[in-house]
């Protein structure tokens, strides 16, 4: 019994302490730390691996579909067509394309274009000095090349004059809806770029702004050149590409409401003042109809205008555990 209150008194009344040696040695002190650096090395490393380079989550890229719709209407009054109203249907060509969209802005017109008999344009593919020397049947844009008529265009293109300013000048406030959708298949989520709290009244009435509407999906198209540092109706005149880029990296680990779109814009084609060979964008296409004696017609038009490529791109990650 004796024994037993003496050890139970021990622990209750008495208190030990390891004691600390202060040794001063160089030689000692390197010794110690290194053994300490041995120890804390490989949770330094996988410190830097899980937490700077998030070596916990998994990625995966962006699977994207965009459409687009251009609001606007232009007015015109010229000796050749008169007082005209354009809207959507008259210049965007094609309706529809894939996650791009064409504004006609300017336009060269060769009207009542007719398959008939006529002269050629004199120039050195056309000009014949004998029937020797031209190739019966041979066509060209600027009719046949012989002595004799042959059926070609029965009026020629006109010279290449571009109209100054550009024809359709106030396409620069044209609006621009872009609606992008996107998936992260790995880890089944998706989203849009009309968000959750976008109603209907704002997007009415929204236009994009990087400061005060940055998540507004509508776009005015003298802002878009201009945020990538061009001028609109400089680039209306000969045309061009401009790239609408929607970035979506995201961190699943946080909200889903903070996976945002990110907008930026950049023109491009290449746009090379000391070598400017063959510079915008345009080509030809044609529009039929009859005259009042059945005669097919055709009015030939030469249209420049601006490309918007809408690039998406994006890269999720997301921490997945791993169960043994």
């Not at 937490?51 to 015109?76: I, P």
Request: hydrophobic share 40%; charged share 20%.
């Amino acid at each position: 019994m004796a024994g037993c209150c003496a050890a139970l008194a021990a622990f209750l009344f008495e208190y030990d302490t390891p004691r600390i040696v202060l040794i001063r040695s160089r030689k000692v002190g390197l010794m110690n730390r290194a053994v300490q650096l041995l120890i804390l090395r490989p949770v330094l490393f996988y410190r830097w691996v899980f937490v700077w380079e998030k070596g916990y989550q998994e990625t995966d890229s962006v699977v994207s579909s965009v459409t687009t719709k251009v609001k606007g209407v232009a007015v015109t009054n010229t000796s050749k067509l008169g007082f005209r109203i354009w809207d959507v249907a008259d210049y965007v060509i094609p309706a529809q394309e894939e996650n791009s969209i064409f504004v006609m802005t300017n336009m060269i017109l060769t009207m009542n274009q007719t398959q008939d008999l006529c002269p050629e344009i004199p120039d050195e593919t056309t000009v014949c000095k004998s029937d020797a020397n031209c190739t019966a049947g041979s066509a060209g844009t600027h009719s046949n090349g012989t002595s004799l008529q042959l059926p070609g265009e029965g009026t020629t293109q006109e010279a290449e004059a571009r109209e100054l300013p550009a024809f359709l000048k106030a396409a620069e406030n044209f609006t621009l809806l872009v609606k992008n959708n996107i998936w992260y298949p790995k880890f089944n989520f998706s989203k849009r770029n009309i968000l959750p709290n976008i109603t209907t009244t704002y997007l009415k009435s929204c236009v994009y702004d990087a400061k005060t509407d940055p998540f507004c999906p509508i776009f005015r198209l003298g802002k878009i050149v201009e945020n990538a540092g061009h001028s609109f109706q400089d680039m209306a005149v000969e045309g061009g590409i401009m790239g609408i880029q929607v970035n979506w990296d995201c961190n699943l680990d946080r909200a889903a409401s903070l996976c945002l779109p990110r907008y930026s814009f950049r023109r491009l084609d290449t746009r090379d003042v000391e070598h400017n060979v063959s510079p915008g964008y345009n080509f030809r296409f044609a529009k039929y109809y009859r005259d009042l004696a059945g005669k097919e017609q055709r009015t030939l038009i030469k249209a420049y205008g601006i490309r918007f490529d809408i690039i998406v791109f994006g890269k999720v990650a997301q921490k997945v555990l791993e169960s043994d």
